[in-house]
């Protein structure tokens, strides 16, 4: 669906060069929702407006849906856009016009009869929940009403893509889970690629397949959420999981002062639920404690995390690898 | 003070006169000012249409037209005004130096408004694939209406009282009447009566205009 090869984008001022951008690679499936994660400065906002050409790239292509857009005519390049719907985390909405024109817009701006625009716009507003707001203007609504109407005039053009510029960001958390349920929603039953960007974990937890870590202008890891989630190996991936509550590394200030090994045990999907810990010490006669632990999910897929310590006279390690193995439960070894 | 002597009938002329002119005037730094202020907004930096020549030589014809002052700015132009309005005397005469005036003062105005509307509703058009003319007319001047209004009530009330300056050349209207009578054959009570009326007329204009922007901004 879209594929970035080696974007560049610079900025020149007074002579100093700055990279917004230093070489991005990216690949998005069609169908999915792609999460870009960053703090501000990243170069994550410059990254989503690649994918309109809101922002030309210095260097490099942008792919989608089989166009090389960087090489579209101004006419053509419209043309374009009105087949990718976006939503900013202003709204940016016209504040002179009722809801109804509001999602009128695109479908004006493409030609379509006033009939047409009416039936799409009334079609789309209660698709995301707003039937009957239709004659109010944008201040009359709540953020969380006023993303929706942004949402809606996004989708009336049935686009292909949808691109969320921090759609969350300017919401309380109440309204940022019902935003982000109604764009999981969205992306399941139109089958509707979403790429969002965003500076908070939980989002990313939230509704993402994929999720692409940026620091300074370069993607520092990117892959399955869960994969992300469980084992994050860059700093920037860290903090970012840690400020979001998912601390992955709070055992150490611990494990001076417990003996035993240290196993860090990864559950994904069904094992979440399962009393590993309480056959480990019935079946393996070990003693076990848990230095760290968190039980989440991710989308709809539960997943796990412990770092535990484990003492026992006779330890097994064939025994225990056979135990966790079987379980399906992935470990590695934190202290020998 | 006696008013007695007061000529009524030619104080309600030199009155419709001055609304003629004003009005007139109004009408066409409207039509003259509002795309020039579009313009200089869209090769503004960093707009749409950025064009740093453009914008610098509009900029400059404005800021000129702007320094010279109103009573110059009548004398410089009669030539000019001659050929335009057919005479350089009364209402018509004045009017071509009030929209020379007027329209370069109004452009800016309009420049401003337009400036400070959230550059999100910009981006929001473009990404919704909008060219430069559909952004400006189906979603930044509806967006600015309110403030354009705001602009086009100040640049009336400039324009009364400039119109009264007009006078000094043969200009006629109310500044016309308080020069010859008032001032230059001393009849305090002619000057007392035109300022009186002037006075009402530019609060009629605020007041009126309050509410009518007080109405677009209750949307």
Known sequence: MI????????????????????????????????GIIGRSGAGKSTLIRMLNLLERPTRGEVWVSGKDITRLGEGQLREFRRKVGMVFQHFNLLRSRTVLDNVCFPLKLAGASKAQQRERAYEVLDLVGLAGHESKYPRQLSGGQQQRVGIARALASRPELLLCDEATS??????????????????????????????????????????????????????????????????????????????????RDMAQSVPGRLLRLSF??????????SRITRELGLNVSILQGAVSRIKDVPYGQLVIAIQGDALEQDKLDALLAGEGVRYEVLRA | MNFSNIDWLLIGEATFDTLLMTGFSLLFTVLIGLPLGIILFLSGKGQMLHNPAVYQVL?????????????????VMIPMTRVLAGTSLGVQGAIPPLVASAAPFFARLVENVLRELDPGVSEACRAMGANSRQTVLMALLPEATTGIVAAVIVTAIALVGYSAMSGVIGGGGLGDLALRFGY??????VMIVTVAILVVMVQILQVFGDRWVAKLNRK
Request: hydrophobic share 45%; charged share 20%.
């Open chain 1, 3 to 34: 594929r970035l090869n080696n974007v560049t984008k610079t900025y020149e001022s007074t002579g100093r060069v700055a990279h917004a951008l230093a070489g991005v690679s990216l690949h998005v499936r069609q169908g999915e929702i792609f």
């Open chain 1, 170 to 251: 300017a919401l309380d958390p109440e309204t940022t889970q019902s935003i982000l349920r109604l764009l999981l929603d969205i992306n399941r039953r139109l089958g509707l690629t979403i790429v969002l960007i965003t500076h908070g974990m939980d989002v990313i937890r939230a509704v993402c397949d994929k999720v692409a870590v940026m620091d300074a202008g370069r993607i520092v890891e990117s892959g399955d959420v869960m994969d992300v989630f469980l084992h994050p190996e860059h700093e920037v991936t860290q903090s970012l999981l840690s400020e979001s509550g998912v601390d992955a590394e709070g055992w």
């Open chain 1, 268 to 277: 994904r999907g069904e094992t979440t639920t399962q009393p590993i810990l």
């Open chain 2, 59 to 75: 900029s400059f014809v404005v800021n000129v037209l702007r320094s010279v002052p109103f009573l110059i700015l009548l004398i």
């Open chain 2, 184 to 189: 230059q054959r001393y009849q305090t009570d």
